[in-house]
Structures are given as C-alpha cells and as structure tokens.
C-alpha cells in the first residue's frame, strides 16, 4: 500500500516539485538507482527519507505526464489514434531495450543480451504525453533485476488487449502495434551491436517470462481471472495458435463460442 502527495514550492516550475510517497513496506531502491543511471531522467530518483507514523517515506523529482490508463480512460470508447499507440509502444520498446548488455551469466554465444527488467509495467507506471503518446516518465521500478531482454514483454500487452469477465480480449490494432514494438526493438538491439538477435528469440524469452509471471500469480490469487491473463498472453505469442488449435482438437472440442469459458481448464490442467 502506498500513497503519494505533490510538494510544491512557490515557484510553479517542474523543478520546483517534488512527489513524497508514503509506503506501508520498505522499497528495494537498487532497480530505480540502476534504472535512473541507465535511462536518466525519464526515471526519476527515489530518496529514502525515514519513517513516519510508521510509514517508510520517499521523495524524488516531480514526473511530467500522465499515466497511459488515465489518457486510455478518459479517450472516447476507451480507443485511442493509432501514431498515438504506436508512439508510446516504440517508445517502451527503446526503454526495454536500452542498456543492452552481453549475457557473462553463460558461455552460450546464442544467449540473449541482459538488460534491467521492469517487474510491473503496467499502464499506470509510465506517463506519456497527452498530444503525442511519447513516453514521459516510467515509475515504480521496484524490484527491477537484470535478465534476459524479452523477460517482461508480456507487460507490454496491455497496449495491445484488455481483460473482461470472461476472457483475454485482442484490440483491433493489435498487429499494427506489435509489429512496431518488435521492430523498435530489434533496432535498438541491433544499434548496440546485436544484430542477429530474431523475434522468434525474443519470443521464446516471453513465453518464460510469461510463466514465471503467470505461475506465480497463478499460485498467489488462485482465481480464474490469473488464470485467463495467463492464457491471454501465451495464446497471443505467434508459435502457440496452432499448439491450443490441435490441443482443442485432441479433446475432442469444438472452436465455437463455448471454448472461451473452457480455455482456463486447458491451462489448469
């Protein structure tokens, strides 16, 4: 649990700012030191600065921006502009991406590059501007470990779907948006010297990081709504339509209307 209150001074500049948080547990400060160092000031510094009532508080640098949820809320239908979506997904995949750095952890030379994984990027924590969908700030890199690019891009299908009562639910843009991300991706992994690096790779690293993820909450919350995220985001890696296809047929299923509240007793079982 957490709380977070804007300082101001007298002065009305950004600088002038500064977000105190109060938490009910103590941050592990080493990811948004290492995040900061790395993306400079997209990511702003966070400062222990004791307890109060207590509480362990924080302070860093006001964040221009607005959180991604917030502009996809307050949108009409919930719909954003393509170049928008777009803007805000290239940009996260430069974030990704950016301090790439040569796996020493194995010998293997077909070992993907490590870089400092955000463990919960989710719409709320980073902002973007409002006109342009570029990436303003990214906050709560509590946790952050160094692992192998691709580790956390499931993260980044909350651009690309959303979850309803019943099910994992694909926007209609959903190809235009991922292609870009990879893309921007590969890009920038190739801009720092790793150019043979493939997205059927970068894949396979998701669909661990999947896993790891859904398992875990799989094992904490125990509902069917962990269980439908878990299932959202592997039927949408590219190598596993035709995997949940043949698995539907070898029940003896058909792919009508009812296999949507059937899926998450496949991925139980």
Not at 54 to 75: D, H, K, N, R
Not at 118 to 138: E, K, M, S, W
Not at 167 to 192: G, H, I, M, P
Request: glycine letters at 6%.
């Amino acid at each position: 649990m957490s709380y977070t209150v804007i300082l101001h001074t007298h002065s009305t500049d950004a600088n002038h700012r500064i977000a105190v948080q109060f938490r009910s547990d103590k941050q592990d400060l080493f990811g948004v030191t290492e995040a900061s160092r790395i993306h400079g000031p997209i990511v702003p510094l966070v400062t222990y600065q004791g307890i109060y009532e207590e509480l362990f508080v924080y302070t860093s640098p006001f964040a221009e921006g607005i959180p991604y949820i917030s502009v996809l809320m307050s949108s009409n239908d919930f719909q954003l502009p393509l170049e928008k979506k777009i803007a805000t997904v290239t940009g996260l995949a430069n974030l990704i991406t950016r301090g790439a750095r040569t796996n020493t952890a194995l010998c293997d030379i077909a070992t993907l590059p490590v870089t400092l994984a955000h463990q919960d990027l989710a719409p709320f924590n980073y902002l973007i501007d409002d006109c342009t969908g570029r990436v303003q700030a990214v906050l709560d890199w509590d946790g952050a470990l160094y692992l192998p690019v691709g580790s956390n891009f499931h993260s980044i299908d909350n651009l690309f779907g959303f979850m309803t009562p019943s099910c994992w639910q694909d926007t209609e843009d959903r190809k235009e948006l991922e292609e870009a991300f990879y893309n921007q991706a590969l890009d920038s992994l190739a801009v720092k010297g790793f150019s043979g690096i493939t997205k059927e790779q970068l894949e396979s690293q998701k669909a661990i990081g999947i896993l790891l993820y859904g398992v875990e909450r799989l094992l904490r919350f125990k509902n069917e709504r962990a269980e439908h995220y878990l299932e959202g985001y592997l039927q949408a890696l590219s190598f596993m339509s035709g995997f949940i296809f043949s698995y539907y047929i070898s029940y003896g299923w058909d792919l009508d209307e009812g296999v949507k509240e059937r899926r998450s007793r496949v991925w139980a079982e």
